[in-house]
């Protein structure tokens, strides 16, 4: 209250300078159903807590709302040396939010200390990326071999201030095992368009703005405070008295009743992520099935039978409430550009048993499937429709719905790929196929090494061989059809994987209230203005 | 007197023993603490390395003990989600599970304890089955549905009151925030402490009323009557006096559990309090704050049991006998 009265005060003295110019409080006050938990930029690489940082902080790069990559600290760059060494031109006159001058120290800083022990964003930057300084507002990047997307995922490489750090004693990130707390998890010193006013974890964080930012805002708010809401109930509740301008995520069931409220709407969009299924298709028997000596998915008969046994429209409209854009491959049409060319093939179930007779499970089998319960939207229903679909070929699923942190801990790499059938999301971090095929396509060993996120272990040569083709290529015509071989490969010829949907984002919004929605989920409020 | 303290401080100790050894045991079934600490695109050999340097491939005992070694300096740990020391991010959170602890249980007192006496008193009357009935759903609806229930009709509908959160709260010292002080704050301790006290509340009524009853039969009230007293007198001079004993057990007893059970309440809420902060802690598997919260609330319920076996022996000079004998 108190705090209200000053900012009135304050605001009304400005607006008497101003000779009347309209000038008043506007408060962005928002929630989210997890918390906003270390600022450090470097200790998590979760979609929302990145686009938290992005208030304070900035990279070389930005993305614009359409993903488009645009300069941020760097104002151009150029490939030089055949795509081994890219040069970076920094912007000029940068200051953080303390007064300390922007330049190269801080970019060569900021590369090692986000590789280092303890960062979640080492993949940002390739291990054998070498930071040269050429002058105080020159970088150049020295790489073995060309990376046509070095910088992809570089909007999200947050660049601090090296002295700051080191004086703080924040040199390095803090490794989970740290025994003495970290100063920049909770003191946050960027270049970005707004000042962390206080901070604290899972209860409330607020930010006024920078009016030292370099740039023009295109945002209005003279405040803007974020607190986690974990329930959902009370989440929607509070967007529907008025006491938050945008909550995520908003629970389908609630949609309409949103919709309805005089208060606020739904802004629903493609999200992403792909939501997918994925078979054990490598040990020679299965871990859970009654067929023993021998293993259903190996044959990619079954595979395809699976595939066309699922009626993804009926997912779509029952399960997801038409929230939900059903996928032909495993990475979403907005970061492809020859996407159009795949078709997902109609749900045939005769086609499915046909298939499954020609394979010997004419009398069908059974298997185990994992699945998380509070990872995805609605994970654990789309789970029973599966279910419920393969029943009818003849295949009997016995499904297991867990937390996500008992699912993660069965079928990740830590806890030796148990699993002979699991549901999964993936979003490339990088926005790009190369992401989704290293990840998802190359085979892998017994511990992990190589397709780490092949959970099931889809393995082909000729894959392999298209995967490191698509890595050293540089002209984007000629890579987009080397991907558009491999998915083909993946999906058409092999059925390594059944794409299920892009699941929708649900965002709650004051009418007052306009937002930038980019399909990424990161929620970017220098972009927010209130009415 | 004194050993008997002392034995139960000893006693105390074994009970909070037991409480870590059983919830290190369950740790392990509630999932993996490193995916919740890395991204899903972390590679194998990190994971291995940061399972080492949390200890984790250690055997069972060899955590335990470690454990309990750091926590007897009241070392808990940093927390696997924050990077921040347990205790500090614990004792932030107190004072407003305690502000919400305590509001409650004055509320169940303020309220459950007139009603108790009027229900007593006029049994017939239809205020008086209004109450019973009133105090059947306290007892039977979950605390969360009211908790939506009050949120709908009070937030959303009305608007009367916040759906969310503790409002602006003042610093005082060093480590307490209250939220007594401001206009905000008070207006949003209100849904929550009537979610969490609902329960207690028809509980002292019930036991104001049966105890009431049984009073009002004995003889030396029939004397009162005899020898004229005013019926205020009688009521709340002889019979409430002696119902209170009970109830003042009972609701020392309820404030550990209302602490304990604010876990719900604070979620419906989202009140930044230590339940809140338990919950998430089970979900991302952050296990130094499962711990440390589980000790904290095996210790109240210890220091208020030794508090209340004191007091026994302070009020019934009865029980002082065989407390000596023991």
Known sequence: MLKFVRGAAVASFAGLLLAGAPLQAKTLRFAFQGDYKSLDPYTLNETFTLGMHAAAYEGLTKRDPELKIIPGLAERWEVLDDGKRWRFYLRQGVKFHNGNAFNADDVLFSADRVRADGSDLKTRIPPEAKFVKVDDYTVDVELPAPNPILHYEWDTWYIMDKEWSEANNAGKPTPAAATTPSYAALNANGTGPFVVESHQPGVKTVWKPNPAWWDKPQHNLTEAIFTPIASDATRVAALLSGEVDWIDPVPLQDVDRVNASANASVMQGPELRTIFLGFDQYRDELLYSNVKGKNPFKDKRVREAVYKAIDIEVIKDKVMRGAATPSALMISPLLFDLSEDFKRPAADPEGAKKLLAEAGYGEGFEVGMDCPNDRYVNDERICQAVVGMLARVGIKVNLNAQPKAKYFAKVLAAGGYDTSFYLLGWTPGSFDSYNVLANMYRCRDEKGNGGNNNLGNYCNPKMEELIKQVLGETDTKKRNELIKAAYTLGQEEDWGYVPLHQQALAWGVAKNTKVVQRADNQFLFYWVTKE | ?326
Request: avoid cysteine.
């Open chain 2, 1 to 326: 007197m004194l050993a008997f303290i002392i034995r139960r401080l000893v006693q105390s100790i074994g009970v909070l023993l037991a409480v870590a050894f059983i919830a290190f045991a369950m740790f392990r079934f509630v999932g993996d603490p490193v995916n919740q600490i890395v991204s899903i695109e972390a590679s194998a050999e990190e994971r291995a390395q940061i399972r080492e340097s949390l200890g984790l491939n250690d055997p069972f005992v060899v955590q335990f003990a470690r454990y309990v070694g750091r926590a007897a300096t009241l070392d808990f740990g940093i927390s696997y989600q924050f990077r921040q020391p347990v205790t500090k991010l614990l004792g932030e959170r107190m004072p407003a599970t305690l502000e919400l602890a305590l509001v409650s249980a004055v509320f169940a007192l303020v309220v459950g304890i007139p009603m108790g006496v009027y229900t007593a008193l006029r049994r017939d009357s239809w205020l008086a089955k209004l109450f019973q009935a009133v105090s059947l759903v306290g007892v039977s609806l979950p605390t969360f549905l009211i908790g939506i229930l009050l949120i709908y009709v009070f937030a959303v509908t009305l608007g009367w009151l916040p759906s969310f959160g503790r409002g602006e709260v003042v610093r005082l010292g060093d480590w307490w925030t209250t939220g007594f002080l401001t206009t905000s704050g008070l207006r949003a301790l209100i849904l929550p402490s009537i979610t969490l006290g609902l329960f207690q509340m028809t509980l002292i009524m019930r036991l104001v009323r049966a105890e009431m009853l049984e009073v009002l039969r004995t003889d030396y009230i029939k004397f009162a009557r005899a020898r004229g007293l005013t019926r205020r007198a009688i009521n709340f001079g002889h019979a409430l006096k002696n119902t209170l004993v009970p109830v003042i057990t009972i609701t020392g007893l309820q404030l550990g559990s209302i602490i304990a059970f604010a876990i719900i309440t604070e979620t419906v809420f989202q009140w930044p309090g230590m339940g809140v902060l338990f919950l998430q802690a089970v979900q991302n598997v952050d296990i130094p704050i499962m711990a440390a919260y589980l000790l904290l609330i095996a210790f109240l319920f210890v220091v208020i049991n030794l508090a209340v076996d004191l007091l026994y022996a302070v009020v019934d000079p009865r029980l002082k006998v065989t407390v000596r004998a023991a």
